[in-house]
Every structure is written in C-alpha cells, then in structure tokens.
C-alpha cells in the first residue's frame, strides 16, 4: 500500500518555489526522496532555499514570463537530473483588489503573463521531456479559477485559463500518457496570506464563507501535490482537486 502513494526517486520541477505553497510542495517531495529543483527569479535565494530544505535538492534562476529562460533551464535540468516525471507550475503573482475601471493594463498583463502564460511557456517548453518520460503535470490554481472573487478580474481570468489549460492537456496528452492535474487552493496560512486571514474583519467573513470554518495548511496543499503525481493517482487527469475546506461546492 505505501508504494502506492510513493514518489521516492521522481525527478520533479516546482517553478516559484522559494516560498509559501511552493516551497511546501518542493520541501514535501524531497521529504519523499525525489529529486527536486527549487527555482525562482533570485538565483541567491532558490539556491539557499534548496539547501535549507536538504535532500537531493538544488535551486536555479528561473523567469516563467520568459519562455526562452524555460527552454534554457529545461535543458539544464534534464542534463542534470537525466529528465523530468513532474512539473509543478507554482509560479504566480496575487491579485492587486482593484475594480476593474481602477486596474492598469500593466496589472492586467503582469498578472496574466506570470499566472497563464507562464503555465503555457512551462509546459511546451518541457513538453519533450514529459512526453519521453510518460510524466505528469500539476497546475496550480485556486478557487479564483472555480468561482467569481470581487476586485479580482485579471487574477480570476489567469486561473480560470489554468483550469482550461488543465482540461485541454490532458485530452491532448492522455493518449501518449502524460497526465495533467491541478490543485484549487482556497484561503491558506502562508506569510502572503497573513494580512487577510488575520484582518479583524476580512479573516471573520473569510472563515464564516468557508464550511470547513478554518484556513487551509501548506502541508494539506503538499499532500495533494504528492498524491497526485504518485501512482495512486494514475487514472486520474484533466482534474482540479479543491483543496479550499468546502469553498467551492457551498
């Protein structure tokens, strides 16, 4: 039963993982003995954050707006880990809460290019590697991409087009099996979130909107990670799992 569930020796790629949910994905499979490489746009930090973290860790520059940056990392990392079983796209950046008469097409653009295109630029440019080693993929949304948040535009229609992107690979892919998943975060305890979930009035509404009545963890977010790209996840693709304490379905 425990290999089921095992992803001890799977080499795996989490972009934006210095921090919060990534870094909890990334620390997780390393706990498991997989391979991981730590990126982000600081080269200091993703390689720090790599040897905090300890096990077969290593970290590396990487900007997922660029998909020449990708394409170059893609092929470092495949000479350095001899391929890839998973790539976790993580990197992201939060919405500004601003109406949308309020919201810049610059925010628009950051938003989008980071959030969506940047889950496109990651995919096509490890497409080789997936495709060889019947891998998976693990997109990371949030509730954002399943139901309408106010003063959020840009970063609801990043997310949604990530659940379309989910949805739409995985039909492309399933035949030559690579399989394409997804987590929908709701409200987690990170250091990011801290200034919502702990707000006098805004965490109250938040918890009393959420069924479950709490904030989610960084490790329920990992566990989902790791289930999803262990072999008890293997007829499962094209697939959201809602780790929102019950957001979605109220």
């Known amino acids: 039963m425990e290999s089921l569930f095992s992803v001890k020796g799977l080499r795996v790629v989490v972009t934006g993982s ?19 490489a730590i990126t982000g746009r600081s080269a200091e930090q993703a390689v720090s954050v790599a040897k905090a973290v300890g096990g077969n860790c290593w ?3 990487l900007d997922v707006t660029s998909f020449d940056s990708l394409e170059s990392f893609a092929s470092e990392a495949t000479a350095r880990m001899g391929g890839i079983d998973v790539l976790v796209n ?4 939060d919405p500004y809460y601003a109406s949308l008469e309020d ?3 610059d925010q628009w653009n950051e938003i989008v290019r980071t959030n969506l295109d940047g889950v496109f630029f990651a995919c096509k440019a490890f497409s080789g590697q997936l495709l060889s080693s019947r891998g998976s993929v693990i997109n990371i949304s949030s509730i954002a991409g399943r139901v309408a948040l106010k003063r959020q535009v840009p970063y609801c229609a990043s997310k949604g087009g990530v659940e ?15 399989r394409v998943n997804g987590i929908g975060y ?14 006098a009035h805004l965490g109250p509404k938040l ?7 709490r904030f989610g963890k960084l490790d329920e977010v990992a566990g989902a990670a790791l289930f999803l790209a262990s072999s008890s ?8 799992l809602m780790v929102d304490g019950g957001w979605s379905c109220a």
């Open 18 to 36: 210095t921090r919060g949910i990534g870094r909890a994905i990334a620390e997780a499979f390393a706990s498991h003995d997989a391979t991981v």
């Open 59 to 61: 970290g590396h520059a």
């Open 90 to 93: 993580n990197a992201g950046v």
């Open 103 to 105: 919201t810049t097409i």
């Open 164 to 178: 379309q992107i989910t949805r739409a690979l995985a039909a492309d892919w399933a035949e030559k099996g690579v």
């Open 186 to 199: 709701g409200f987690i305890e990170t250091d990011l979130t801290a200034k919502i979930t702990g707000h």
């Open 207 to 213: 918890l009393a909107r959420t069924p479950m009545n």
């Open 233 to 240: 996840a293997s007829f499962i693709t094209g697939h959201t």
